[in-house]
């Protein structure tokens, strides 16, 4: 497979990060000569353990995502009876959750929870970062920072879904759905916590803003809670739960965010940067992506009619 | 066996709980015994005028004689009713035991007069659109199974007040009042509802007051749409009592059962609503209250006349998030079809979600 110079760059600085020695590099070179041009072919014909094969989330970004998990369903389902209560599923879900007086308690108790989440994962993607840059490790393009490469990912991707182009876009570890999903997740925690606190204590609030403000503030936040609940609800329902639960190859269950690996033919399809840097820092990747390059004939070098003829005599 | 069948209704009646008997002796049950007595008012509205000797006996009137309340009749049979009952009429049959003076409605009856619901009897026009004491207060029966006073303290009693029933009501009506029941919120919400959630009766008012050029609450028009909306409204309609009601911001709270009945206009200086004094209502609950915190609005509304602000933020927000479902959705519907079309499976079946035939000739090899 012949490299694009963006590619080329990310295995480059893989390589160099990782003090790949020349023995190696000879090898990864050669291996990524083996692949075939047609990414596409390429995914197709790996195989991939449905509970995952490569690494992509430490422990602690599966219990943040745990405990946002289960704190952000359980306070939508004793939030939104309040927020929505003359529908009619509002009061059967709030008797289901323990009443008003319990559901309250939920509530609050479990907002402090998911502030906690929070907190834990900014401050955890801190302390990595710093580590990172401290190490000389730390690469933009591989992190949650959106750049302009997104956007063009998102045209190329956008193309290819709709039949103009026959590849997806080579994208990195996180691809610009995922940005946009965890941009607009932070977004709208940040709002849930803020208007959250203009409830519980709304004097604070009235005290720190200037006259005349405040009382729009407090509007706006009342407006802001069970709208954004309501929003994010239906982009995890709808959209989330589809991409994860619904969606062509991920039917039942991506296990990722259980088991913190990611399945092969994912990796190459959808974070293929991310994929090159997996065959420098993982030997049992290279070893694996060898042997089956071979038994599948897919190398482009493979003269197939040599082979057929040689088979036939 | 027939004859043990008879036993029964004995026996209810022997252990029945007769309530106290009822004294007629102004000789009203000649006529009102009778469950016809009645008639069909001018609004073709079924009127009984029959009176239960037993239910009566069951209520918190049950000593109070006929003739002190319907103090108008003077002979039987009786003349044309006009007014009926007047509560802050006098009883001369039961003294209050304060004062020594005949007991009365009177004093809760002025102070109810000089409040904004303040009415006559016999009103006509938009005054009858007021509540009169009836519209809120019933003739609540005495419920015997409420709370049977603890035998040791019915025992002291009788060693000096001989009469055990005497003591038995005495404590049920003391302590009834020391266990401070009243409405719950739900209930005062609802009452209150009843009149300001009329929608002709509401129109009626400010119809007036435009063409008196009086000014009417800010509020008024949309008073329990608005609370029930708020965040005070919702959790008190699932039960919670310690959220606001109408009468813990519209009422005095230095004595709650007097000022109940002496609800002020906002405009009025006394009114715990009114401009100055309301950092202090708030204060009742949120402490640390200031000015700033009440100008927040406790009857929240996204009407359009009523607050332009929250209604335009409400629409602007709708619209958002309805576009951002859309195009998530739209991505997700595009790429589906994308991946589809490439031969995508939905299942990972043998280790490759790729096993499908595509059109563009680059299948998985088999």
């Known amino acids: ?313 | 066996m027939k004859k043990y069948i008879l036993i029964i209704p004995l026996l209810i009646l022997l252990f029945s709980n007769p309530v106290s008997a009822f004294e007629d002796e102004t000789g009203c049950l000649l006529c009102h015994k009778y469950p016809k007595m009645g008639r069909i008012t001018e609004q073709g509205i079924k009127r009984s005028y029959q009176v239960i000797p037993g239910m009566f006996g069951s209520t918190v009137h049950r000593n109070v004689p006929c003739t002190d309340c319907h103090n108008y009749i003077k002979q039987l049979p009786h003349q044309e009713i006009k007014e009926g009952v007047r509560c802050d009429s006098e009883c001369h049959s039961i003294k209050n035991p304060a004062t020594g003076k005949n007991f009365s409605h009177k004093p809760i009856y002025n102070t109810f007069k000089a409040s904004i619901h303040g009415r006559d009897k016999i009103e006509t026009g938009l005054d009858a659109d007021k509540p009169y004491c009836i519209s809120c207060h019933t003739n609540p029966i005495f419920n015997p199974d409420e709370e049977k006073p603890p035998k040791r303290i019915i025992d002291r009693c009788v060693v000096c007040h001989e009469d055990r029933k005497f003591v038995t009501n005495w404590y049920k009506h003391t302590s009834r009042r020391i266990r401070d029941v009243k409405r719950s919120p739900s209930e005062i919400v609802e009452l209150c509802s009843n009149c300001h959630s009329d929608k002709a009766l509401i129109e009626r008012h400010v119809e007036a007051a435009k063409k008196e050029g009086r000014e009417l609450g800010k509020k008024y028009p949309i008073a329990v749409e608005s609370y029930d909306e708020s965040f005070h409204g919702k959790v008190t309609r699932y039960g919670f009592t310690k959220a606001a009601n109408c009468l813990d911001c519209h009422a005095k709270q230095d004595n709650y059962y007097m000022n109940v009945h002496d609800i002020r206009s906002s405009r009025d200086p006394e009114s715990p609503v009114h401009e100055n004094n309301k950092v202090d209502t708030c204060r009742h609950c949120h402490i640390h209250a200031d000015e700033k915190y009440a100008q927040f609005d406790p009857h929240p509304t996204s009407k359009k006349e009523a607050n332009a602000f929250r209604y335009y933020a409400n629409i602007i927000y709708g619209w958002v998030g309805d576009i951002v479902i859309a195009l998530l959705i739209g991505m997700a519907v595009l790429e589906t079809i994308g991946r589809r079309r490439d031969g995508a499976g939905w299942i990972l079946h043998k280790g490759s979600s790729w096993w499908r035939k595509s059109p563009r000739n680059r299948d998985r090899i088999e």
């Open chain 1, 1 to 313: 497979m012949k490299l694009s110079a963006e590619a080329k760059n990310v295995l480059e600085t893989s390589m160099r990060l990782n003090k790949t020695d020349d023995k190696e590099r000879a090898e990864i070179e050669q291996l990524i000569d083996n692949i075939p041009d047609d990414r596409v072919l390429f995914y197709k014909n790996v195989v991939s353990n449905p509970i995952g094969d490569l690494p992509r989330y430490s422990i602690h970004i599966r219990i943040q995502h745990m405990l946002i998990f289960v704190t952000f369903l359980t306070l939508a389902f004793t939030g939104l009876p309040i927020a929505f209560i003359d529908q009619i599923w509002a009061q059967p879900l709030n008797d289901m959750v323990g009443g008003i007086d319990i559901s309250r308690v939920i509530h609050r108790t479990l907002a402090s929870v998911m502030i906690f989440a929070m907190l834990y994962h900014v401050f955890y993607l801190m302390w990595i970062a710093v580590r990172d840059v401290a190490r000389g490790r730390f690469e933009l393009q591989r992190s949650i920072i959106p750049t302009f490469k997104d956007v063009r990912d998102f045209k190329l991707d956008m193309q290819y879904s709709t039949g103009r182009r026959d590849q997806r876009p080579e994208m990195d570890k996180f691809m610009y759905k995922q940005k946009i999903h965890y941009f607009a997740a932070a977004f709208g925690n940040l709002v849930m916590i803020i208007s959250g606190s203009s409830f519980i204590f709304p004097e604070f609030w009235a005290t720190i803003l200037p006259q005349g403000s405040a009382s729009y503030f407090q509007e706006m936040m009342r407006l802001s809670h069970p709208h954004e609940a309501l929003l994010a609800l239906l982009v995890i329902a709808f959209w989330h739960w589809y991409n994860v639960h619904l969606a062509p190859g991920r039917f039942p269950m991506q296990w990722t965010f259980l088991t913190g690996k990611i399945t092969r033919e994912h990796q190459i399809e959808e974070h293929f940067l991310e994929y090159l840097r997996n065959l420098v820092e993982l030997p049992e990747e290279r070893e694996y992506l060898n042997e089956l390059l071979d038994a599948r004939e897919l190398s482009p070098s493979t003269d197939k009619t040599l082979k057929t003829a040689e088979d036939s005599i």
